[in-house]
Nanobody, 116 residues
Framework: QVQLVESGGGLVQPGGSLRLSCAAS????????MGWYRQAPGKQRELVAT???????NYADSVKGRFTISRDNAKSTVYLQMNSLKPEDTAVYYC??????????WGQGTQVTVSS
């Protein structure tokens, strides 16, 4: 059974930076892809970035060039480095993981607020 533990989030000024972390405990099955999604009030949850264990990273167009997703496979941890933050980035950010059974797991979510 996979368990996700998120950390990070907070209040930052426009143009600032923030780093999110999410650790996935591997009790039974191998973690394949990991990623970050976000949901702003009144909007659908949307993909921010995903990173497979091996393969091509996928970013939403709105964050390309500003956000960087990475992972430490030894620690089963995924990170999201967010630079040049904009007020439009304000949302609850959720960690996601998919195991070898193709089952999805979600973190609790962490609030990111970008405001002056």
């Amino acid at each position: 059974q996979v368990q996700l533990v998120e950390s990070g989030g907070g209040l930052v000024q426009p143009g600032g930076s923030l780093r999110l972390s999410c650790a996935a405990s591997r009790k039974t099955f191998t973690i394949n892809a990991m990623g970050w999604y976000r949901q702003a009030p009144g909007k659908q949850r949307e993909l921010v970035a995903t990173i497979p264990r091996i393969g091509t990273i996928n970013y939403a167009d709105s964050v390309k060039g500003r956000f960087t997703i990475s992972r430490d496979n030894a620690k089963s941890t995924v990170y999201l480095q967010m630079n040049s933050l904009k007020p439009e980035d304000t949302a609850v950010y959720y960690c996601n993981a998919v195991d070898s059974r193709r089952e999805n797991y979600w973190g609790q979510g962490t609030q990111v607020t970008v405001s002056s």
